[in-house]
């Protein structure tokens, strides 16, 4: 079950943390991966560590915010491991690393494209690269990385990136109806608090009792993306530990 390997993967933002982890739980169920990231440096390290553990990927650096730099990465990736069968848009920014969360009503307006462009113009990108080849081949796997911050709301001073979530979340719906026809499944795994170089304080409301990890995340990705979900589309799935309410 759940076996990938005649599928190629792209996943964005995996050079670290949540995006790695999706990248190699990809390879290690046997897909090709293209590992993108904005930093090169990052890129390259989990590509040669997927190699070195007898996986099959290539890094692919650039900005999933300029259409034409992500399909040049499309290009690259058809050519070297062939046709994008699963696309993770993983790429995102929540400006969380602020040591003081901004209220919207104090956030510059020119702050609030940031938040637009990578978490909902991203997805959008890689998406826009893909589908033709995927509704030609009749097979293909869209999954993106939301987070319960759009799905719940979250008291955090992150208005404006739970808004590029949400805006990615019904996006996802619509695109579900128009490309089921090819077969292309349109899937979202929304996440709860996954601690990174941030501190995030002790866990509140998880029935789990704990955050999550990067680790949590892989295998629901790997599902949307296998054969075995070929009847699952336009759904968003929770990793959150169990939170129903975040606010
Ligand atoms: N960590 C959490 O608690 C949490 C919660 C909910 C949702 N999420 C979502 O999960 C995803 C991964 O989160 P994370 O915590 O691993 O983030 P992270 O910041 O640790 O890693 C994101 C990666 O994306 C890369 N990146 C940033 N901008 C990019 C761009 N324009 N083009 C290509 N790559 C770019 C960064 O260089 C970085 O390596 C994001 O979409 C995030 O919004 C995370």
Redesign the pocket.
């Known amino acids: 079950m759940f076996d990938l390997s005649s599928r190629t993967a792209f996943v ?8 790695r982890a999706i990248a190699e739980a990809l390879a290690g169920q046997g897909a090709a991966v293209a590992v ?4 090169g440096a ?1 890129a390259r390290d989990v590509a040669e560590s997927i190699v070195k553990s007898g996986g099959r990927a290539i890094a692919v650096p ?4 300029d259409l034409e730099a992500v399909e040049a990465m499309v290009r690259e990736t058809e050519a070297a491991l062939g046709p994008v069968d699963i696309l993770v848009s ?5 400006g ?1 690393t602020r040591a003081i969360p901004t209220q919207f009503v104090d956030m510059d307006p020119s702050d609030w494209k940031k938040y637009v462009d ?2 909902f113009y ?1 997805v959008l990108n890689g998406i826009h690269a893909v589908l033709p080849g995927m509704c030609q081949r009749r097979f293909g796997r869209i999954i993106t ?5 759009g799905r719940q709301g979250l008291a955090m001073g992150m208005s404006v ?1 739970s808004g590029g ?1 949400a805006a990615a979340m019904g996006f996802q719906r619509s695109l579900a109806c128009e490309v089921g026809p090819a077969q292309v499944t349109v899937n979202t795994v ?8 941030w501190d ?1 304080g002790p866990p509140k409301g998880t029935p789990l009792g704990r955050h ?1 990890v ?1 680790k949590d995340v892989g295998p629901a990705v790997v599902y949307f993306a296998s054969d075995e979900a070929s009847w699952v589309t336009g759904q968003i799935l929770s990793v959150n530990g169990g939170v129903y309410r975040n606010v």
């Open positions: 964005t933002g995996a050079g670290q943390h949540v995006g993108n990231d904005l930093i990052r650039g900005d999933v915010t993983n790429a995102g920014n929540s969380a990578i978490n991203g990385i939301a987070s319960d911050a990136y979530k929304s996440l709860g608090m996954i601690p990174g170089d995030m999550g990067p």
